[in-house]
């Protein structure tokens, strides 16, 4: 149950924002309502208590708020899921209240996506900074009125590649470099290992979306999903052989979708060649062939690259996993003839690392390393971010 509260034009500073506070307690949620009232000119709608579930609240609040406030207090951990749900697929800028101040509870705030933890009794000013913060963090345009999100799809010419390795790092390094929206999605299936590379169980999959495709909408697709990060989710793969036989056409619908939901879209398609009739092979994709220097998988790179170039195809862009100078004996200029273009990336060959992070499902991103570099330097590009400078080795007396 709600109802709608004008604000007078007493604080334009924070710009007009459109406010939801979600809290079953009156006291605390007048609190609020009152500090709000000082604080900014704009509307306020006002929930008298918590949805009855994540998938409710994300008909109601995902794309309607620039801002929404919830009471902590009520129920936390509900109220935690809540605010997950709410920045997983929303452009609102999540704020919680509570009368209590312990610190590990604001910890968890921060790791939902919380932008703003509001101490009750507010001091003298409190809520309208938060509000000044909001405004400046808020889009320019409406997310409903942005285009489509980036499609990036990691495509092996040979299977033990290393694209689930290359995928996985690369959407957690584009989610952080970004701070954008991002989904991961698992199509290397039937046995696609990103959620084991990061870690994380997924009660649902792609394949259930596949094979609910007709059904599928963004309420429907946040169930599925599991969140990584604040700015990462993952679409993962079943957790068991799960035969699925899905048609582009319901591959098609997941990917639109999802580039509708997100900023980006990155997608492991293993080396599913079956799906170059899909959205993932069209001009608004950019796919990262990965190869290694050996004759087979040269050898297959070569005919997809001659495949992949024509007009109205996908960007193509060719990198060179577990590269080491002439590798196998093959010079580089072999390779390069081999492949018809230079490599656009060669990601540096490190077995041990890669073995680390599979037995311990901590991404090869997140400490400084060669790899790491190569990797975090194709997000960056994407991102509009610079190039990093490559560290130059030198004479050191001390080691």
Not at 63 to 78: I, K, M, T
Not at 258 to 280: I, K, M, P
Request: aromatic letters at 6%; charged letters at 20%; proline letters at 5%.
């Amino acid at each position: 149950m709600s109802t709608t509260v004008q604000f007078p034009d007493t604080f334009v500073s924070a710009g007009v924002l459109s406010t939801a506070v979600i809290g079953p307690d009156d006291q605390r949620r007048n609190a609020v309502i009152e500090a709000l009232t000082e604080s900014q000119n704009g509307q306020i709608r006002e929930f008298i208590g918590y949805p009855a579930s994540i998938a409710d609240a994300a008909k109601v609040l995902m794309r309607a708020y620039d801002v929404v406030l919830v009471d902590l207090d009520s129920n936390p951990e509900f109220a935690l899921d809540l605010v997950e749900g709410i920045c997983v697929h929303g452009s609102a800028i999540v704020m919680v209240y509570s009368a209590l101040g312990d610190p590990d509870l604001i910890v968890r705030c921060m790791r939902a996506g919380a932008r703003e933890f509001l101490r009750l009794p507010f001091t003298h000013g409190a809520v309208a900074e938060a509000l000044v913060r909001a405004s400046a963090r808020r889009p320019v345009s409406h997310a409903r009125q942005r285009t489509e999100g980036g499609l990036f799809v990691f495509l092996g010419s040979k299977g033990g590649a290393g694209v689930t390795t290359l995928a996985c790092n690369y959407a957690v390094a584009l989610a952080e470099e970004s701070a954008k929206n991002t989904l991961l999605i698992d199509l290397n299936l039937p046995l696609g290992d990103a959620a084991i590379n990061l870690g994380i169980k997924a009660q649902y999959s792609t394949v259930d979306a596949l094979l609910n495709s007709s059904r599928l909408d963004s309420s429907f697709l946040s169930t599925l999903l599991i969140r990584y990060s604040p700015s990462l989710s993952v679409l993962a793969a079943p957790s068991e052989l799960t035969p699925c036989q899905a048609s582009n056409d319901a591959v098609d619908r997941l990917l639109t979708l999802a580039r509708q939901e997100f900023d980006y879209v990155v997608v492991d398609a293993g080396s599913r060649l079956d799906l170059q009739r899909t959205v993932l092979f069209n001009e608004c994709a950019t796919i990262y062939l990965i190869t290694q220097v050996g004759i087979p998988e040269l050898r297959n790179a070569n005919r997809l690259i001659s495949q992949f170039s024509h007009d109205g195809g996908p960007k193509l862009e060719v990198v060179l996993n577990r590269y080491e100078t002439n590798s196998l004996g093959i010079p580089d200029e072999q390779v390069t003839k081999a492949l018809t273009r230079p490599a656009q990336w060669k990601v540096p060959n490190n077995y041990a690392a890669v073995r680390k992070m599979q037995n311990t499902a901590a991404p090869l991103v997140v400490e400084d390393s060669p790899i790491a570099r190569t990797i975090r330097q194709m997000a960056k590009i994407v991102c509009g971010k610079p190039a990093a400078p490559e560290k130059k080795k030198g004479f050191h007396l001390f080691r």
